[in-house]
């Protein structure tokens, strides 16, 4: 159990689709993330959450569409994704990132949506 | 540009001693994250460096220099359950962003029995 619930754990979509990925965390935390994780290349930085406030997006295309109804949860809508856009999503907390007295706070991550588009 | 690299996989034999190398070149920096990756898991923290040095934690120790934008990770006693992912992130002053790292592309380790 690693604090942050990622659910579903495993998706296939075509690419008409729309799905939604959901996060949950029960760390108390204030900020939340969304990763994108690809073979052999380095986490992309998707977006992020202070206190439900989205404060980073990492230019990612409209057809990823994030959701932060509050602290503890953290959605992402899916809608007519690319091929290219198969890899695993990883969600992660931190108690804040706007106070900078907490730049050495790690991340808790949840265990990932690998996600397939045929 | 900010660029941060480590190798893509090393192989080691149980019971041995393996060092896992980052190099960073940014503009700024704050400090540097390790984190181990399990095959299909999620990452999980082990060690944060903002002084040069060595920081000790068990098996796992991490070593920073500042100077010359080089960390590495060293796990002695290896075991079987060490084979993962081993991912360095660089911590950047966030400037107008809240929160940024630099990540590597992680380098899998594999033990042999």
């Known amino acids: 159990e690693t604090g942050v619930t990622q659910t579903p754990r495993h998706l296939v979509m075509g690419m008409t689709n729309k799905k939604s990925l959901k996060c949950e965390q029960h760390?108390?935390?204030?900020?939340m993330y969304w990763y994108k994780q690809s073979a052999k290349k380095p986490l992309e930085l998707m977006f992020v959450?202070?206190?439900?406030?989205?404060?980073e997006n990492n230019s990612v295309p409209s057809r990823f569409s994030p959701e932060c109804p509050n602290s503890s949860h953290l959605f992402l809508h899916l809608h007519t994704l690319q091929p290219e856009d198969s890899a695993l999503y990883l969600c992660?907390?931190?108690?804040?990132?706007?106070?900078?007295?907490?730049?050495?706070?790690?991340?808790?991550f949840g265990n990932g949506t690998r996600l397939t588009v045929t | 540009g900010q660029n941060i690299d480590q190798p893509t996989e090393m192989t080691a034999t149980e019971g041995a001693i393996v060092q896992i190398n980052c190099t960073y070149q940014?503009?700024?920096?704050?400090?540097l994250f390790w984190y181990q990756q399990h095959a299909g898991e999620a990452p999980t923290f082990l060690s944060y460096?903002?002084l040069d040095g060595l920081e000790e934690k068990g098996r796992f120790s991490s070593f920073l220099s500042r100077s010359k934008g080089y960390s590495y990770l060293l796990l002695k006693e290896l075991q079987m359950k060490d084979s993962a992912s081993y991912l360095c992130?660089?911590?950047?002053?966030?400037?107008?962003?809240?929160?940024?790292?630099?990540w590597g592309a992680g380098t899998k380790l594999i033990i042999k029995p």
């Open positions: 992660a907390s931190s108690p804040l990132s706007l106070d900078r007295g907490y730049y050495n706070s790690p991340l808790h």
């Open positions: 760390l108390g935390h204030n900020a």
């Open positions: 959450y202070n206190f439900k406030e989205q404060t």
């Open positions: 940014t503009s700024g920096f704050n400090g």
């Open positions: 460096n903002v």
């Open positions: 992130a660089a911590d950047l002053p966030s400037g107008d962003s809240n929160y940024q790292l630099i």
